[in-house]
């Protein structure tokens, strides 16, 4: 977040430029009222590039081999949910699943997704909401189980995860990404010729295999498709965010 308003604070002329995702722009503006920052107001997006999709996994030996499994098995039995710390993405898209399942978990914050992943293969925890790029090695090596993507469509890097929607869990598309940003103010045909660019850019067969290889997608489009993804996830996680009374550690 810190960059980021460095960077609303730099001359609009196109030279200086910032890499934002999910956490920092839509999650740190809630969490850091004080920093009296919003995105909205102080950047304009040039292009949202990569989406990093979220995945539902659990430890190999829960007896749960579907949602439907985990659902039920969740209203009998305490199970807990690792996540990558408190008040990141990974641990409000855990809280939001929740909440939209009527299910209840025991919340364990680690220090990253690394060591959450790691508990959770040696069975110290139950499931974990994280991502498909940190995930997909320990799914692939059946050390964790995989239930469900949340994104869109099914990820080319685990073709064969089901997602929610397809199971008949609507409307829970979450997980991380990253889009390029200038300083509010930014002539328009700057923001144009910058997205025209970087959109052609990411055409690239060699780009798009390195993304999927490491379990992300790319995205690409207007400005507005990166502004439209900011406005519809600060207010839901800002909801959750204050539902659970957070404060920032």
């Known amino acids: 977040m810190?960059?980021?308003?460095?960077?609303?604070?730099?001359?609009?002329?196109?030279?200086?430029?910032?890499?934002?995702?999910?956490?920092?722009?839509t999650v740190s503006p809630t969490l850091f009222k004080s920093a009296k920052f919003d995105p909205r107001k102080s950047l304009e997006p040039v292009i949202w590039f990569i989406n990093s999709p979220g995945i539902i996994a659990v430890h190999k030996d829960l007896p749960a081999r579907n949602m439907a499994e985990l659902i039920e098995l969740s209203k009998r039995k305490s199970l807990t949910v690792a996540?990558?710390?408190?008040?990141?993405?990974?641990?409000?898209?855990?809280?939001?699943?929740?909440?939209?399942?009527s299910i209840k978990w025991t919340h364990v914050p680690y220090k990253g997704s690394a060591p959450a992943l790691l508990d959770l293969i040696a069975g110290r925890t139950d499931v974990i909401t994280d991502l498909v790029s940190s995930t997909m090695a320990f799914v692939k090596s059946g050390q964790l189980r995989a239930l469900a993507v949340t994104s869109k469509s099914r990820s080319p890097a685990l073709p064969s995860v089901p997602t929610l929607d397809e199971l008949g869990y609507t409307g829970l598309e979450m997980g991380s990404w990253m889009g390029l940003l200038a300083p509010k103010g930014t002539p328009?045909?700057?923001?144009?010729?910058?997205?025209?660019?970087l959109n052609a850019a990411i055409q690239s067969p060699e780009l798009a295999e390195q993304v999927r290889v490491s379990g992300n997608e790319l995205a690409g489009g207007s400005p507005r498709a990166m502004s439209d993804l900011i406005d519809a996830e600060l207010p839901r996680w800002e909801k959750v965010i204050q539902r659970l009374g957070l404060k920032p550690e």
């Open 2 to 25: 810190l960059a980021l308003m460095e960077t609303a604070r730099a001359a609009p002329d196109g030279y200086t430029l910032a890499v934002g995702s999910a956490g920092p722009l």
């Open 83 to 101: 996540s990558a710390g408190t008040g990141s993405v990974l641990h409000l898209m855990g809280e939001y699943l929740q909440e939209r399942l």
């Open 188 to 197: 328009a045909a700057v923001i144009t010729r910058l997205n025209t660019i």
